[in-house]
Nanobody, 114 residues
Framework: QVQVVESGGGLVQAGGSLRLSCTASGSIFSISAMGWYRQAPGKQRELVAVISSGGIINYAEDVKGRFTISRDNAKKTVYLQMNSLKPEDTGVYYC????????WGQGTQVTVSS
């Protein structure tokens, strides 16, 4: 049974930083791609960043240069370091483990005040 749990959200002023963490249970973390998504109020969920099992990384255009995704297979954890935060980064951030099926966390709220 795979479970995915996010943490690290909160309220921060524009220009500030937050670090999100996502820990997965089970034995497939190291062979799975991991992604961070966000959903702003009234909008669809969108991909923020993804890291493959081999460490290949892709970012959404609007977070390039500000966000950094990384993973620690020994800890079964993926991180999202978010710097230079903007009010438009506000939303619920979800972690996704991509295997033969997708496993989602419950989400963590990030609020950036102007």
């Amino acid at each position: 049974q795979v479970q995915v749990v996010e943490s690290g959200g909160g309220l921060v002023q524009a220009g500030g930083s937050l670090r999100l963490s996502c820990t997965a249970s089970g034995s497939i973390f190291s062979i799975s791609a991991m992604g961070w998504y966000r959903q702003a109020p009234g909008k669809q969920r969108e991909l923020v960043a993804v890291i493959s099992s081999g460490g290949i990384i892709n970012y959404a255009e609007d977070v390039k240069g500000r966000f950094t995704i990384s993973r620690d297979n020994a800890k079964k954890t993926v991180y999202l370091q978010m710097n230079s935060l903007k009010p438009e980064d506000t939303g619920v951030y979800y972690c996704n483990l991509m295997s033969v099926r997708n496993y989602w966390g419950q989400g963590t709220q990030v609020t950036v005040s102007s």
